[in-house]
């Protein structure tokens, strides 16, 4: 995860871009279709990719994602550690209970991270569309959205976002751009690729985070 929020952490900052005017009228169709849900309950298996291993880094759990609290990001297997992405902090929770909070003096820019998450799991098009050039494929019951950096600086780091779903988002790809590896030399573009899958599912919508999600939240201001 703390590679996850790192790679969102590149475009976090990035200057904002308008969507394409063919694909404002479905991005909003999806958009409010998703916005409906207050909560989201799901299974999540993330496959990081990484160029220096033969293996992608698995891990498994929970979301829970709220839109006045936002994102409980429980790790399970291989590994147990919760992360709370609020509007205002980032909260890590070790498996024995101990919480270690970031504000936003603690760690510029770690807010904007969690705002894009956010953006990424409730469609929040407006955020969405404002950062990326924007191609959709579909309608509001099956749907594709490609997410294209177009600031050069950018574009460095980060190829693209690939999302996809129906009522709820289900798929969330990020496509890296090869850097410098671990040695500070330049690899080839094709062997130093990485990217991040996350495959939801089971997705289940609520009114109210309930009574243990809401003390995983405490601490972390949400929205009036």
Do not use: C
Not at 148 to 163: M, V
Request: proline share 4%; no cysteine.
């Amino acid at each position: 995860m703390r590679r996850l929020i790192l790679s969102l952490l590149l475009f976090a900052a990035a200057p904002l871009q308008a969507a394409a005017p063919a694909d404002a009228d479905t991005l909003a169709r999806i958009g409010a279709q998703i916005e409906q849900h207050a909560v989201v309950r799901a299974e999540f298996t993330q496959s990081k990719r990484m160029a220096a291993l033969k293996r992608p880094l698995v891990t498994t759990g929970h979301l829970v994602f709220s839109r006045r609290h936002g994102v409980l990001w429980q790790i399970e297997q291989p590994y147990r550690i919760t992360y709370v992405l609020g509007e205002e902090r980032i909260v890590e929770i070790a498996a024995d209970g101990t919480r270690r909070e970031r504000g936003l003096r603690d760690v510029p820019g770690m807010a904007q991270v969690g705002r894009v998450f956010r953006a990424l799991l409730g469609a929040n098009t407006a955020a969405l569309g404002e950062t990326f050039t924007v191609v959709v494929r579909g309608d509001p019951d099956k749907w594709e959205i490609d997410l294209k950096p177009r600031q050069a600086q950018l574009a460095q780091f980060l190829s693209g976002l690939h999302l996809s779903g129906g009522r709820f988002v289900e798929s969330i790809r990020i496509d890296e751009n090869g850097g410098a590896g671990e040695t500070g030399q330049q690899g080839s573009k094709e062997n130093s690729k990485d990217s991040t899958q996350i495959r939801l599912r089971n997705a289940q919508s609520a009114e109210a985070p309930n009574a243990d999600e809401l003390q995983l939240f405490g601490g972390v201001a949400g929205k009036p």
